[in-house]
Every structure is written in structure tokens, then in C-alpha cells.
């Protein structure tokens, strides 16, 4: 599948800022998911948005899909400690069932 | 529910030598991925069966790299020789049609590999 494009790569905020990372494509994606991987630990699943223009919240965390299915954010308000890892948008379409391919990820650092 | 089962967690070996990575999928999942971490590359991904086939190894480095699941609940992944530039942490993933979000995948803790 086609990668997408994620900025920025690293992030520095201080705990209780928010932070939003950005995920780009140059094509239109049937779905995207976001997973976050803790240092040193393996990625996770967060969640998946599917339609055009879907908002998606889960607690501190806000999860977009763009209008046009080409672009994807993740808002997290008010940081902890905890949310300290690297983000990753996937582009989960294609024609290949199953086939994820992962952006570069944007590194999150909070300092407390 | 046990989750996506690698071994050994970590391997230190030399250059030349053979290099045996094990995943045991979570337990009725019928897709199995194989992924590789480093700094430079990100994850990528090198290969994944469905109902234990491998569908695309496109992803494969060379033929260094060989992975097999001879059934649904163990695969391997193999390096040999392997090289420095293989050091890595190799990732096992698997999901099935049943999850309850498509496409989701499970991954495992990963295997830090070090070639010396």
C-alpha cells in the first residue's frame, strides 16, 4: 500500500501541552489506523477511521479522518508522562487484506 | 488470552551464524506477519502468510532471510549468515477476519537481534 507521509518526526512538549501529529497521503485511503509503541515496547492498536470527516475521541486523545480520505491527525490534550512513545499512522487498505503500511512516526517526548 | 507469543526475546550472535527467530500466533488467528525495526528503515514489513502460505515476501531483504509455518500456531523466521546490518528488532504480528476492527494486528513483545 501507498506510505504515508507523517509530521513531524519528533515532538518535545512539556506535560500538560498538547500535541497533534499529522499524517499526509498523496492518494485516497480506504481506511487508516493509528497505533502507538511504547520505548522499548511493541506497537498497539489505537483505533481505526473509516468514514470521510470522522472524529474519533478516546479520552485525552482526538482522532481525525480528512474530508478527502488523504489526511489524518491525532490531538492529545493535556500530556502525561504516559504518553510518552512513538505514534504511527497506517495505511490498512489496499488489496492486500491484512497489509499495513507503517508512516515513519512521530517520536513523542514529555518532559514533567 | 495469551497474546502473540517471541522467541527469544533477545540474541547476541556473530557474524556468519545462524539465526532462528520463533512466533506462536494468538490462537485462531489465521494471518501472520513478520516485521523488522531499526532507526534508519522504520518497520518494515518482510513477509506475511494466511492459513499458514505465505502470501508476499516482497519485503524479504535477500535470500539470507527465510521464514516458514509449517502450521497455524508456530512460525519461524531464519538468517543465515547472518550480518551485522541484520541487527534489529524483528516484530511477529497476527489477525484475523474475526477481529472486531479489519485489519487490526496483534503483535508480539519482538526479538532484539545483535550481530557482532
Known amino acids: 500500500g501507498q506510505q504515508v507521509m507523517q509530521i513531524p518526526q519528533y515532538q518535545h512538549v512539556q506535560e500538560g501541552e498538547d500535541f497533534t501529529t499529522y499524517c499526509n497521503s498523496s492518494?485516497?485511503?480506504?481506511?487508516i489506523q493509528w497505533y502507538k509503541q511504547r520505548p522499548g515496547g511493541h506497537p498497539v492498536f489505537l483505533i481505526q477511521?473509516?468514514?470521510?470527516?470522522e472524529v474519533k475521541k478516546q479520552k485525552r486523545l482526538t482522532f481525525q479522518f480528512g474530508e478527502a480520505k488523504k489526511n489524518s491527525s491525532l490531538h492529545i490534550t493535556a500530556t502525561q508522562t504516559t504518553d510518552v512513545g512513538t505514534y504511527f499512522c497506517?495505511?490498512?487498505?489496499?488489496?492486500?487484506?491484512?497489509?499495513?503500511?507503517f508512516g515513519q512516526g512521530t517520536i513523542l517526548t514529555v518532559h514533567p | 488470552d495469551a497474546g502473540v507469543i517471541q522467541s527469544p526475546r533477545h540474541e547476541v550472535t556473530e557474524m556468519g551464524q545462524e539465526v532462528t527467530l520463533r512466533c506462536k500466533p494468538i490462537?485462531?488467528?489465521?494471518?501472520l506477519f513478520w516485521y523488522r525495526q531499526t532507526m534508519m528503515r522504520g518497520l518494515e514489513l518482510l513477509i506475511y502468510?494466511?492459513?499458514?502460505?505465505?502470501?508476499?515476501d516482497s519485503g524479504m531483504p535477500e535470500d539470507r532471510f527465510s521464514a516458514k509455518m509449517p502450521n497455524a500456531s508456530f512460525s519461524t523466521l531464519k538468517i543465515q549468515p547472518s550480518e551485522p546490518r541484520d541487527s534489529a528488532v524483528y516484530f511477529c504480528?497476527?489477525?484475523?477476519?474475526?477481529?472486531?476492527?479489519?485489519?487490526?494486528?496483534?503483535f508480539g513483545p519482538g526479538t532484539r537481534l545483535t550481530v557482532l
Open positions: 490462537s485462531g488467528h489465521d494471518y
Open positions: 497506517v495505511n490498512a487498505g489496499g488489496t492486500s487484506y491484512g497489509k499495513l503500511t
Open positions: 492518494t485516497t485511503l480506504s481506511n
Open positions: 502468510f494466511n492459513n499458514n502460505v505465505p502470501i508476499d
Open positions: 477511521l473509516v468514514k470521510s470527516g
Open positions: 504480528a497476527s489477525t484475523t477476519w474475526g477481529t472486531s476492527v479489519k485489519d487490526t494486528q496483534y
